[in-house]
């Protein structure tokens, strides 16, 4: 009988320990909407991965990206992560101010998305806002995990505010190898 409650107890120790390491190694998304919330009673940085459903790129980087565990457990824990289809048609209120899309041409931008990105529209594009809903800044294109990790923790790790980001950059030491 004692092997047979040790063996359980084993088997759901192993479970609950992979099922853990699965959560800290997905990406938590929230809405929008969520992260401001969100950021009210729990201030974090929102970071905004803004795509569109086209975007061959915004694909590989789901799939490359933001399936890294290092990528997703930093992420989770500095971040409100959203994802943000840039060409989604329900309106947003923020700030006071609904944004919209006005479905004006094939391939129309959010209101939203045009604001994060300042005009700039290009995918995919990260944008970052502080603890107190401000655009810190955007970054286009698309970046393997060994580049997102500096720009993450650049921001994350609140160095933004003491350094330029060569001066970062040259220093930074990663925990993700290069693999592309």
Request: hydrophobic content about 35%; proline content about 6%.
């Amino acid at each position: 009988m004692r092997k047979i409650v040790f063996m359980v107890v084993s088997v759901l120790g192993f479970a609950f320990a992979a099922y853990s390491q699965k959560e800290n190694t997905e990406v938590k998304w929230y809405s929008f909407e969520e992260a401001v919330e969100l950021n009210k009673t729990s201030p974090k940085k929102i970071f905004i991965d803004l795509y569109t459903d086209w975007c061959s790129w915004c694909k590989v980087m789901d799939q490359k990206t933001f399936s890294h565990p290092e990528i997703a457990s930093y992420l989770n824990k500095h971040f409100y992560p959203v994802k943000f289809n840039a060409e989604s048609k329900a309106p947003v209120t923020f700030q006071g101010v609904v944004f919209e899309n006005s479905g004006q041409g094939r391939r129309s931008p959010h209101e939203l998305a045009a604001a994060l990105l300042q005009g700039k529209m290009s995918y995919p594009s990260v944008a970052y806002l502080d603890e107190d809903n401000r655009l810190l800044t955007s970054v286009p294109g698309y970046y393997p995990p060994d580049k997102m990790e500096p720009i993450l923790k650049f921001f994350g790790g609140n160095h933004y505010k003491t350094t330029t980001w060569e001066d970062f950059s040259k220093t930074f030491k990663g925990k993700i190898e290069a693999t592309e």
